[in-house]
């Protein structure tokens, strides 16, 4: 895959460790101009064997770290989101499961100061809104990390940002491994969740349409998955045919009718996969497999959101990544509504392409050029756009 900046190319496990933290641009220099570099490290470790995943979350060093829950936090807020794609209320009583690994013994409590922080009601397991279980929905959760902390919180985080009224599901996977993960998801949807968002991932391998059919062949289930940070390249779970793969834009406040601006992030993961067959609903050109992302919400550091996590962390952060943009697209396809039982979430926004916002500048370098640069139509760093309102995410009955 192609790094998110001009400056590194894509690393092994042991050169990956050595090039930390990272400056991330919101566009390479074959683009158009945008944003200078910030800095920012990887919430969680770079995988050392291939069958490991890692999660998305860039987190930004160059701000302010420690601040009170009730300092402002730097970064866009709940309020900020919900304006920037245009949202309404809903979403009561739906659940939203979030995948991840390791335990995060500060979830509940981070939460409910962040939901605080932006005037969202409470969300608790006394209330009943917030439940978190290990991978098969039992009680023997897995040894704690901060990195993978930060990634909880950030989902977390955002799914409350975008549908305040739904319930949260926290799936803690034993180890950052498919299977292990892969249960974790089979479990949301066994205990009901009707999306499950995934902020992980790992280079694509010939086994992955095993992983397919045990873990994300869920008709009637959202299943979202973040595209990667890297850049032009394909990474799997969000290769999977079956899942909703989100990529990323840098969000901007505008002086236009809409009032925000997006351009692709050139860290999105994109491109074209060597194994996943190509669903139904996804045409076009260029690639005979199935092509990445789907659509997308934003990821770049550089307008990065705010989220609130202190297991060994700083308290409020501001994060980017695709990580970022996953939950957000999960949380919306709950407010949009449920989901009949043999529909598949991932083709409605290819049967509503007008209710999107189309993102047509900013990306990387790459042949054939739309795989990686934003263009009129479909791409791949964002996908067929970002979310205008809840149509595209609904279930019409016409899949």
Known sequence: MSPPTTTFARCTAVTCLMLLPLFVRATPSTAAPGPAAVPVRRACAVPTRKDQMACLALVRTDTSHGLRPQAAPAGLGASDLRTAYALPAGGSGRTVAIVAAYDDPKAEADLATYRSRYGLPACTTAGGC???????GGHH?????????????????????????????????NRPVMGDLGTAVRTAVSLGAGYVSNSYGADERATDARSDASYFDHPGVAITVASGDDGYGVEYPAASRYVTAVGGTSLTRASNARGWSETAWNGA????????AKPSWQAGTGCTRRSIADVSAV??????????????????LVVGGTSASAPIVAGIYALAGPVAPGSYPASFPYEHTGALNDVTSGGGSCAPSYRCTASTGYDGPTGLGT????????DDGTD
């Open 299 to 316: 990821a770049d550091p550089n307008t990065g959101v705010a989220v609130y996590d202190s297991y060994r962390s700083g308290g409020w």
């Open 141 to 173: 959760l897995p040894a704690a990390d901060p990195g993978w902390a930060e990634e909880e919180s950030l989902d977390l985080d955002m799914v409350s940002a975008i549908c305040p009224a739904c319930h949260l599901l926290l799936l803690e996977a």
């Open 130 to 136: 917030f439940t978190k279980v290990d991978q098969t």
């Open 387 to 394: 979310p205008r309102g809840v149509k595209a995410f609904a």
């Open 269 to 276: 993961g994109s491109g074209c996969s060597s194994y996943d």
